[in-house]
């Protein structure tokens, strides 16, 4: 079981900033890969950010060039910078870990317990 904390979300105006840090009770350079989504209110959750173990990084189109994904192996953490954020981006941010275990050959997925973001216009 990996648990996982968020942290850093906030309220903030249209064109600012914010660093969401997810911090994780297991090594996370064991885990697959790791990533942040977002759910807003009457949407499902959408992917924002992944990071696999080996480091390559993939993103909501929404969100290229404003968000970057990186991880701190040391510090068992997962960050995601968010730059000119937009009245679309307010959501419950949530961070995700996959584990593949080679005994069962699956993967598991778990979730924080997530971050609000609101931004205002």
């Known amino acids: 079981q990996v648990q996982l904390v968020e942290s850093g979300g906030d309220l903030v105006q249209a064109g600012g900033s914010l660093r969401l840090s997810c911090a994780a009770s297991?090594?996370?350079?064991?885990?697959?890969?790791m990533g942040w989504y977002r759910q807003a209110p009457g949407h499902q959750r959408e992917l924002v950010g992944r990071?696999?173990?080996?480091?390559?990084?993939n993103y909501a189109d929404s969100v290229k060039g404003r968000f970057t994904i990186s991880r701190d192996n040391t510090e068992n953490r997962v960050y995601l910078q968010m730059n000119s954020l937009k009245p679309e981006d307010t959501a419950v941010y949530y961070c995700?870990?996959?584990?593949?275990?080679?005994?069962?050959?699956?993967?598991?997925?778990?979730w924080g317990q997530g971050t609000q973001v609101t931004v205002s216009s």
């Open positions: 995700n870990a996959e584990k593949f275990d080679d005994l069962l050959q699956r993967t598991y997925y778990y």
């Open positions: 990071i696999s173990s080996s480091g390559n990084t």
């Open positions: 297991e090594i996370i350079f064991r885990l697959t890969a």
